[in-house]
């Protein structure tokens, strides 16, 4: 394809840059481009300086070094239009990583009815994108199309997803400054690599009409009381004998704080881990429950997570410590006797419902555990019990779950928007026999269901050591929410 050279001014920045005589550069995938040496970049740069030599004359000396690094050349004086010097200075824009963003959004935070041509990336920058930024060395650009108020540049990636996304930024820092933002993205169409670039004003973050630390504490004081009130059975029976025998919720208080702590141990797990990460959460809004007490905390994601590692240790952070926390406390209310010497009696067929509890139950007791026999065990298994569920809930791997989060980052986008859907139809169906399952589908299709907010870069997979951490997250899930199949006679395997 034939090309010529031209050097164009534009305000105080000079731009060489290449001028097809076609407008769009034909799509091309073939192997030989793709092996394009990168001297060609090295060529390409000294030929742009060489013609911009000949055009201005010896009078006009060109920085060589400065032109083959960033095709650019930037006057050390702005100017205006008159001649005349300003000293207007570019407004300092917020590190990305600092800029909250409603988590969901097709791009972060961006509200396509807000956008106006203002705000959107010109032509001539889009060229510059297209022309300097990206290359042969990092993404080879076949094909743009418009995105939000940004574009959308199809082609072929070069080399490491994590490396050339480091390369484009510095790139992109080095012309632009910040104005705009680079995500490097899984086309969900064909399953190839593409790069967005959005103004980073369309990342801003979204209001709510209710503090956020209001709204919170007002869903805290809830579950504190659903909480207690899941501990008194004789509360439970008639919900409004409660208020002239509000003594009774002391009796609650154990088991309360029981459960609490493991969504304590949760949700300081999430926030830990996450401050380690460079990862701002949001104020936890705890989701308060008649059956189990609390189905645990629905919790945002404010900024932009940079790739799908950080996602993953995050998002398995709370469930592996609550699940810990949780065992622990299981296996000692198997082992130590009831305070009182009485505990709570339960028929055994209740250890069928968890097939890790069931196991659990089976191993320790033994042969006192049998079919129709009300077996006496320590409150503190029912407590603990009330925590596995909790984190297993949250571990399911659908939407914004934890779950969803972590079968996102294990797997990608499209294989989570699968496992949502599937997730969301079983539960549909369990519901039929179950109202907790009900209540949780209501609560995952309307509050939880996604998508995720894109991330900086989505490409990379995730450290082993961290995929099997995540794998143990949904194994463990499913251990608790699934139920034990064997019975429980003197005849049945005693091993979990």
């Given at each position: 394809?034939?090309?010529?050279?031209?050097?164009?001014?534009?305000?105080?920045?000079?731009?060489?840059?290449?001028?097809?005589?076609?407008?769009?550069?034909?799509?091309?995938?073939?192997?030989?481009?793709?092996?394009?040496?990168?001297?060609?970049?090295?060529?390409?740069?000294?030929?742009?300086?060489?013609?911009?030599?000949?055009?201005?004359?010896?009078?006009?000396?060109?920085?060589?070094?400065?032109?083959?690094?960033?095709?650019?050349?930037?006057?050390?004086?702005?100017?205006?239009?008159?001649?005349?010097?300003?000293?207007?200075?570019?407004?300092?824009?917020?590190?990305?990583?600092?800029?909250?963003?409603?988590?969901?959004?097709?791009l972060p935070g961006v509200k396509p009815q807000q956008l106006d041509?203002?705000?959107?990336?010109?032509?001539?920058?889009?060229?510059?994108?297209?022309?300097?930024?990206?290359?042969?060395?990092?993404?080879?650009?076949?094909?743009?199309?418009?995105?939000?108020?940004?574009?959308?540049?199809?082609?072929?990636?070069?080399?490491?997803?994590?490396?050339?996304?480091?390369?484009?930024?510095?790139?992109?820092?080095?012309?632009?400054?910040?104005?705009?933002?680079?995500?490097?993205?899984?086309?969900?169409?064909?399953?190839?690599?593409?790069?967005?670039?959005v103004p980073r004003k369309t990342l801003q973050p979204e209001t709510?009409?209710?503090?956020?630390?209001?709204?919170?504490?007002?869903?805290?004081?809830?579950?504190?009381?659903?909480?207690?009130?899941?501990?008194?059975?004789?509360?439970?029976?008639?919900?409004?004998?409660?208020?002239?025998?509000?003594?009774?919720?002391?009796?609650?208080?154990?088991?309360?704080?029981?459960?609490?702590?493991?969504?304590?141990?949760?949700?300081?797990?999430?926030?830990?881990v996450a401050k380690e990460n460079g990862i701002k959460l949001g104020?936890?809004?705890?989701?308060?429950?008649?059956?189990?007490?609390?189905?645990?905390?629905?919790?945002?994601?404010?900024?932009?997570?940079?790739?799908?590692?950080?996602?993953?240790?995050?998002?398995?952070?709370?469930?592996?410590?609550?699940?810990?926390?949780?065992?622990?406390?299981?296996?000692?209310?198997?082992?130590?006797?009831?305070?009182?010497?009485?505990?709570?009696?339960?028929?055994?067929?209740?250890?069928?419902?968890?097939?890790?509890?069931?196991?659990?139950?089976?191993?320790?007791?033994?042969?006192?555990?049998?079919?129709?026999?009300?077996?006496?065990?320590?409150?503190?298994?029912?407590?603990?019990?009330?925590?596995?569920?909790?984190?297993?809930?949250?571990?399911?791997?659908?939407?914004?779950?934890?779950?969803?989060?972590?079968?996102?980052?294990?797997?990608?986008?499209?294989?989570?928007?699968?496992?949502?859907?599937?997730?969301?139809?079983?539960?549909?169906?369990?519901?039929?026999?179950?109202?907790?399952?009900?209540?949780?589908?209501?609560?995952?299709?309307?509050?939880?269901?996604?998508?995720?907010?894109?991330?900086?870069?989505?490409?990379?997979?995730?450290?082993?050591?961290?995929?099997?951490?995540?794998?143990?997250?949904?194994?463990?899930?499913?251990?608790?929410?699934?139920?034990?199949?064997?019975?429980?006679?003197?005849?049945?395997?005693?091993?979990?």
């Open positions: 394809m034939d090309t010529t050279v031209g050097t164009v001014f534009r305000g105080n920045v000079k731009v060489i840059c290449r001028v097809s005589e076609t407008e769009t550069e034909p799509e091309s995938n073939n192997d030989e481009e793709r092996k394009l040496p990168e001297e060609k970049d090295e060529l390409l740069s000294s030929d742009l300086v060489s013609a911009n030599n000949s055009e201005q004359g010896s009078s006009q000396p060109v920085d060589n070094d400065e032109s083959a690094e960033l095709g650019i050349l930037k006057s050390e004086s702005p100017v205006n239009d008159n001649g005349a010097e300003t000293n207007d200075v570019q407004p300092k824009i917020e590190d990305v990583n600092d800029i909250q963003v409603a988590s969901g959004s097709p041509e203002s705000i959107r990336i010109p032509k001539e920058t889009i060229e510059i994108l297209r022309d300097q930024v990206f290359g042969f060395d990092t993404f080879f650009v076949t094909s743009q199309e418009p995105y939000e108020a940004g574009v959308l540049f199809k082609g072929n990636l070069r080399g490491q997803a994590a490396r050339s996304y480091e390369k484009i930024t510095k790139r992109m820092e080095g012309i632009f400054g910040d104005q705009y933002k680079l995500f490097l993205l899984i086309n969900p169409e064909d399953d190839k690599p593409v790069a967005v670039v709510t009409a209710v503090p956020e630390w209001f709204a919170a504490g007002a869903f805290g004081l809830v579950t504190i009381f659903t909480l207690l009130l899941r501990n008194v059975p004789a509360l439970q029976a008639n919900i409004l004998s409660i208020f002239y025998n509000i003594d009774l919720l002391e009796n609650g208080l154990p088991g309360a704080l029981v459960t609490a702590l493991v969504l304590a141990v949760h949700e300081i797990s999430h926030a830990l104020v936890p809004y705890f989701v308060p429950s008649w059956q189990i007490g609390s189905f645990g905390a629905i919790t945002r994601i404010v900024n932009i997570v940079p790739k799908r590692e950080d996602l993953l240790k995050v998002a398995a952070a709370g469930p592996l410590a609550g699940f810990s926390l949780g065992i622990v406390l299981l296996l000692l209310g198997f082992i130590l006797p009831p305070a009182d010497g009485l505990g709570v009696i339960v028929d055994a067929s209740v250890f069928h419902e968890s097939f890790l509890a069931g196991g659990i139950a089976k191993l320790l007791l033994g042969d006192a555990l049998k079919e129709g026999t009300p077996v006496s065990v320590n409150p503190l298994v029912i407590w603990a019990w009330a925590g596995l569920l909790i984190n297993a809930i949250n571990s399911i791997p659908a939407g914004e779950l934890d779950g969803g989060r972590i079968s996102f980052s294990l797997w990608g986008r499209k294989a989570s928007a699968r496992l949502t859907g599937a997730c969301i139809v079983l539960l549909g169906l369990a519901s039929l026999f179950n109202d907790v399952a009900f209540y949780w589908v209501v609560l995952i299709f309307f509050l939880q269901r996604g998508p995720i907010a894109p991330l900086s870069e989505e490409i990379t997979d995730p450290d082993n050591k961290y995929i099997a951490l995540g794998v143990v997250v949904l194994l463990l899930g499913l251990l608790v929410c699934l139920p034990y199949p064997f019975p429980f006679t003197a005849d049945a395997v005693t091993s979990f």
